[in-house]
Nanobody, 127 residues
Framework: QVQLVESGGGLVQAGGSLRLSCAASGRTFSSYAMGWFRRAPGKEREFVGVISGNGGITYYRDSVKGRFTISRDNAKNAVYLRMNSLKPEDTAIYYC????????????????????WGQGTQVTVSS
């Protein structure tokens, strides 16, 4: 089990950027693929992207490709979500989540494959 804490959310104007961080506990962080999800107001939580344990593979939902980048620093037990060219429709609570294994293409957006979740951080994009 790994404990996750997100940070870095806030209010930003459309077109701006934010970088979210997710700090993880545990000594085997590199054995977890890490995903980012978000829940917009009045909507179900949706998949944003995922990164493999060694950082070599990333996968994103179409609507954020080219704007969002996931990276990780295993020495710091941290994963990041860099968000550029933000749009009002990116407004949501953003969650990081951990899954054992590195086959990130196996149901990348399937929440049941993620064992541990953070509490979320709010991102608000104003128009």
């Amino acid at each position: 089990q790994v404990q996750l804490v997100e940070s870095g959310g806030g209010l930003v104007q459309a077109g701006g950027s934010l970088r979210l961080s997710c700090a993880a506990s545990g000594r085997t962080f590199s054995s977890y693929a890490m995903g980012w999800f978000r829940r917009a107001p009045g909507k179900e939580r949706e998949f944003v992207g995922v990164i493999s344990g060694n950082g070599g593979i990333t996968y994103y939902r179409d609507s954020v490709k080219g704007r969002f980048t996931i990276s990780r620093d295993n020495a710091k037990n941290a994963v990041y979500l860099r968000m550029n060219s933000l749009k009002p429709e990116d407004t949501a609570i953003y969650y990081c989540a951990a899954r054992v294994g590195n086959d990130v293409y196996d149901g990348p957006g399937q929440e049941s494959k993620y064992n541990d979740w953070g509490q979320g951080t709010q991102v608000t994009v104003s128009s």
